[in-house]
């Protein structure tokens, strides 16, 4: 008799479960806000409202017979054939369990709708070949998807704008610093060929002299004085023109567009900087003393490290000239580094006041008078370094006066 009424217990108990099980499927397959449809066996046997009103349909029983594939375009925004994909999709959902995917669908206007679908596999094995399709309305999100996708192509393409027209920019404030320096290199030009082209006159009009007093006294045959003379001469005369020459070509170097780095040593660099502008140096009583410790060979971009050096030069000289400096000298140390090379170039001038120190790599700050300065020199030099060398220029005060020191980076 327990046994009996146990027996009846769990029954009405597994009984219960089972309704109480069902009624939940029941109510969850009814009212949920997404669409759900049951397939079995390949075929669609069931749906819910929310699936009809999605599609935008009124029957429930004239929309199970519409196949979900006559719904969708014929290939999907991907670019596959609709039913090739949907034949993958079920096959993983066979293989694995349930799978999720996006898909494009045509409503009853045949507006082109998304949906989120999900397939999950019954796990009764009482129902097998039974799935459940999830349909969840993800227009919005797509919308909002492809808004935001846009958004990012017009500010990458607002970046890219701004990008090119600030590197315009800046290639237009570096090509003004260097025409401002070319307006004062030819200037040091012009006085360091004074002194060559007035040796070259003198002794050619000497040669012409010398010639013509021989003609004079009838000496037709020159004798190997003579003849030793003029040879000297000559050689004066190619010294002369090889300095010209070479003033030229570092000149001609230095306008140079560079488009890859090459490996040079940085005495050398220096030194072409300090040759264009050693006369106009020394016409104005700078000595320049040079301590070249560094030996490595590093690639740079030389004329821009020249460009650097030129104005380092530059506002030295016109800063003795304001200061009416006595004692003139720019010390110029360089050495090596581990991972590239530090140049020290130090004046005598006195230093610059505390407060253009914070300034003094600002565009268009300048200390000379207006329409001489064009305050690009070492805002541009800072970039140069910072940009294509990786490197740095700072300035502090030193006890003698200004003291920069210029950092190039051997993988800058």
Known sequence: MDM??????????????????????????????????????DKVIDCND?????????????????????L?????????????????????AKEVGSVSFDWVFLAANNDEKWIEISIVKSSNYLAKNIYFMIWKNINKRKQIEEELKNLNTNLENIIETKTKELMEKEHMLFMKSKQAQMGEMISMIA?????????????????????????????VVFD?????????????????TQNLTHTIDDFRDFYKPQTQKQSAQIKNTIGKAYNIVKDSLTSSDIVVNMDFS?????????????????????????????????????????????????????DSGGGISEENLDKIFSPYFTTKGNGIGTGLGLYMSKKILLEHHQGDITVKNSQFGASFTVEIKENG
């Open 4 to 41: 009996f009424i146990y027996a009846s217990t769990l029954a009405l108990f597994f009984g219960l479960f089972s309704f109480l099980k069902n009624n939940l499927y029941k109510n969850l397959f009814l009212h949920t806000l997404d669409g759900v449809s049951i397939i079995k066996n």
């Open 72 to 92: 969708s375009p014929l290939y999907q925004p991907d670019g596959e054939f609709s039913l090739t994909k949907a034949n993958k999709m079920f096959e993983v």
């Open 224 to 240: 190997d004085n003579f003849i030793q003379y003029i040879n000297n001469q000559l050689n004066d005369i190619e010294s002369f």
């Open 294 to 346: 560094s030996q490595k060979y590093i690639n740079y971009y030389e004329s821009e490290i020249i460009h650097i050096f030129l104005n380092l030069f530059s506002n030295t000289s016109e800063h003795f000239e304001e200061q009416d400096t006595q004692e003139r000298f720019i010390n110029i140390v360089t050495k090596d580094t581990n991972d590239g090379i530090l140049v020290t170039f130090e």
């Open 50 to 70: 929310a699936l009809v009103r999605l599609f935008g349909h009124d029957n429930k029983k004239d929309f199970l017979n519409i196949h979900p594939l006559k």
């Open 191 to 219: 006085h360091q060929w004074r002194q060559p082209l007035a040796s070259i006159g003198a002794t050619v009009i000497d040669v012409k002299m010398k010639i013509h007093f021989r003609k004079l006294k009838d000496v």
